[in-house]
C-alpha cells in the first residue's frame, strides 16, 4: 500500500537552515504537501506542490520535488524558535484520502 | 469563518462509556475525515465521508462509527469506549486537491 516515511526528529540552531525530508511510494500522487501541527494545535496546511514541479519557493520555504527518486523535502532558511513544531508530509492522488507520514519534530536551539 | 470547529476539546471516559465527537466546517466541503493522532504513528484514517448521507472505512475503523446527516456536520461516535482508544482526534474537510483543513483536536483519555 501506500507508504509516506520521515525522519522523527530534528535539531537545528537559530538562523540555520532546516532540511525536513520525506520518501513517499505512490507513483500516482498528484499532490504533496507539508502540514505543521504546534503543541496542543491541529495541522495547519504551509505549503503544497504538483508532481509535474521540481521546486516551489514561499517566503522563508523551499519545497523540492524529485519525482523520479519519490523524494520530497522541505527547507526553512533562517530557522526561528517558532517554527518548532511538527511537521508531516502528506501525498494525495487527487482521490479522497490523503497518507501522512509519521511526521518530523523540528527543535530549534536558541 | 471558523473553518473547522471539533467538540468537545478534552473529554475523560471510563471503560465502556459512549460519546460523539462533533465536527462542523462552514466551507461548504464535500469530504470530512476523521483521523486519531498516536505518539510515533502520524496520523491514521479512522472513517471517511465524500458527501451527505455517505460514510467509508478508513485504516483503523474498528470501534467507531460516523454519520453525516448534514454537509457541513460529521460525527464520529465511540459505542464503549476502551482504553485503546485514548488518542487525539482530528477531523479535517477538504475539496478535492486542495489540502485540508484541519479541527484543533479533540483529547480522549480513556480509563
Known amino acids: 500500500g501506500e507508504d509516506v516515511e520521515q525522519s522523527l526528529f530534528l535539531s537545528v540552531r537559530e538562523g540555520d537552515s532546516s532540511v525536513i525530508n520525506c520518501t513517499y511510494t505512490d507513483s500516482s500522487s498528484t499532490y504533496l504537501y507539508w502540514y505543521k501541527q504546534e503543541p496542543g494545535a491541529g495541522l495547519q496546511l504551509l505549503t503544497y506542490?504538483?508532481?509535474?514541479?521540481d521546486m516551489k519557493q514561499d517566503q522563508r520555504l523551499t519545497v523540492l520535488l524529485n519525482k523520479k527518486d519519490k523524494h520530497l523535502s522541505l527547507r526553512i532558511a533562517d530557522t526561528q524558535t517558532g517554527d518548532s513544531a511538527i511537521y508531516f508530509c502528506?501525498?494525495?492522488?487527487?482521490?479522497?484520502?490523503?497518507?501522512f507520514g509519521p511526521g518530523t519534530r523540528l527543535s530549534v536551539l536558541p | 469563518n471558523a473553518g473547522v470547529t471539533q467538540t468537545p476539546k478534552f473529554r475523560v471516559l471510563k471503560t465502556g462509556q459512549s460519546m460523539t465527537l462533533l465536527c462542523a466546517q462552514d466551507?461548504?466541503?464535500?469530504?470530512m475525515y476523521w483521523y486519531r493522532q498516536d505518539p510515533g504513528m502520524g496520523l491514521r484514517l479512522i472513517h471517511y465521508?465524500?458527501?451527505?448521507?455517505?460514510?467509508a472505512k478508513g485504516e483503523v475503523p474498528d470501534g467507531y462509527n460516523v454519520s453525516r446527516l448534514k454537509k457541513q456536520n460529521f460525527l464520529l461516535g465511540l459505542e464503549s469506549a476502551a482504553p485503546s482508544q485514548t488518542s487525539v482526534y482530528f477531523c479535517?474537510?477538504?475539496?478535492?486537491?486542495?489540502?485540508?483543513?484541519f479541527g484543533s483536536g479533540t483529547r480522549l483519555t480513556v480509563v
Open positions: 479535517a474537510s477538504s475539496d478535492r486537491g486542495d489540502g485540508y483543513t
Open positions: 502528506a501525498e494525495n492522488d487527487y482521490g479522497q484520502n490523503f497518507v
Open positions: 465521508s465524500v458527501g451527505e448521507g455517505t460514510t
Open positions: 466551507m461548504n466541503h464535500e469530504y
Open positions: 506542490i504538483f508532481s509535474n514541479m
